[in-house]
């Protein structure tokens, strides 16, 4: 089955600095990957997602890039902000037409955003 | 507010135990999806059902069982419960037409004691 690696695990960055997460994934048949970030005490939101016929998409200060070949993809957060802190996770699925197909996620990456 | 509504938020019940755990999908949504997250872990798969069948199957334990009803709400059922059984558990659901990604509910938190 489909296993999905995230990088790093922990990460604290400055206040207004760039933040990424780096994710991997083994099934060469993956063609959706989101992105969710979970606060304390809530369930996972999704922020922004990817889909194999894409490279990058962005939406405001949050971007993803995705490497099919490579089989990689990344969150970039640029001018962090104190509420960006939280746990983010990257998953991927073999999605289809129909039934839908589950989500696998990475280990997750706490980000802290110091003033 | 997600759609996903979970409940209880929180329970806490003794080892050898049986709960049930309850979970309504966002209007709309046919495919139910239940994950575990314990303590500084990630999201575990446990089963998947679409429009009432079950569509997938994770590390769910034996003494775990899921069904999905005519009313697309979904039920989790947890026996014979043991200490390292404690976590969060966590309903999403999706529209299950087209590849998208899941609306999760705020979880269930599971202590035994």
């Known amino acids: 089955g489909e296993n999905v690696e995230q990088h790093p695990s922990t990460l604290s960055v400055q206040e207004g600095d760039s933040a990424v997460i780096k994710c991997t994934y083994s099934?060469?048949?993956?063609?959706?990957f989101p992105w969710y970030k979970q606060e304390l005490g809530k369930g996972p939101q999704l922020i922004i997602d990817?889909?194999?016929?894409?490279g990058e998409k962005k939406d405001q200060r949050i971007a993803v890039t995705l490497n099919k070949t490579a089989k990689h993809f990344s969150l970039h957060i640029t001018e962090t902000q104190p509420e960006d802190s939280a746990v983010y996770f990257c998953a991927a699925s073999k999605g289809n037409t129909g039934t839908a197909s589950k989500l696998t996620f990475g280990t997750g990456t706490r980000l802290q955003v110091t003033l | 507010d997600s759609g996903v509504t979970q409940t209880p938020k929180h329970l806490i019940t003794a080892t050898g135990q049986r709960v049930t755990l309850r979970c309504s999908p966002r209007?709309?949504?046919?495919?139910v999806y239940w994950y575990q997250q314990s303590l500084d872990q990630g999201l575990q798969f446990l089963i998947q059902y679409y429009n009432g069948e079950e569509r997938a199957k994770g590390n769910i334990l034996e003494r775990f069982s899921a069904q999905q009803f005519p009313d697309l709400h979904s039920e989790l059922n947890l026996s014979s419960l043991e200490l390292g059984d404690s976590a969060l558990y966590f309903c999403a659901s999706s529209l299950g037409q087209s590849t998208g990604g899941y609306t999760f509910g705020s979880g269930t938190r599971l202590t035994v004691v």
């Open positions: 990817i889909r194999s016929n894409v």
């Open positions: 209007s709309g949504d046919l495919s």
């Open positions: 099934d060469s048949a993956s063609n959706y």
